[in-house]
Nanobody, 119 residues
Framework: QVQLVESGGGLVQAGGSLRLSCTASGRIIRINAMGWYRQAPGKQREFVATITSGGRANYADSVKGRFTLSRDNAKNTVHLQMNSLKPEDTAVYYC?????????????WGQGTQVTVSS
């Protein structure tokens, strides 16, 4: 069974920075894309950023130029560096990974980490 463990959320003032991390564990053969989604209160979950195993990243328009996603394939880990945070970035951030393990291909999700940006 694949598990994703997130860390790094918290409370920050507008204009500040936070760094989220997510590590996958289990009987993993390969991880394709890894990334982050977020869900604000009363809203649907939305795409934030994703990165391929080759290091190509894609971002939502709302975070381009402010967020940077990086990946350490050896550690099955991704990091989301969030700069110039805005109150509208407040949400629960969920890690997502397309994982191939010993049994199947799994679309794995983490438990979520809260990010709160105060104005």
């Amino acid at each position: 069974q694949v598990q994703l463990v997130e860390s790094g959320g918290g409370l920050v003032q507008a204009g500040g920075s936070l760094r989220l991390s997510c590590t996958a564990s289990g009987r993993i053969i390969r991880i394709n894309a890894m990334g982050w989604y977020r869900q604000a209160p009363g809203k649907q979950r939305e795409f934030v950023a994703t990165i391929t195993s080759g290091g190509r990243a894609n971002y939502a328009d709302s975070v381009k130029g402010r967020f940077t996603l990086s990946r350490d394939n050896a550690k099955n880990t991704v990091h989301l560096q969030m700069n110039s945070l805005k109150p509208e970035d407040t949400a629960v951030y969920y890690c997502n990974a397309d994982v191939i393990d010993l049994l199947t291909n799994t679309d794995a999700w983490g438990q979520g980490t809260q990010v709160t940006v105060s104005s």
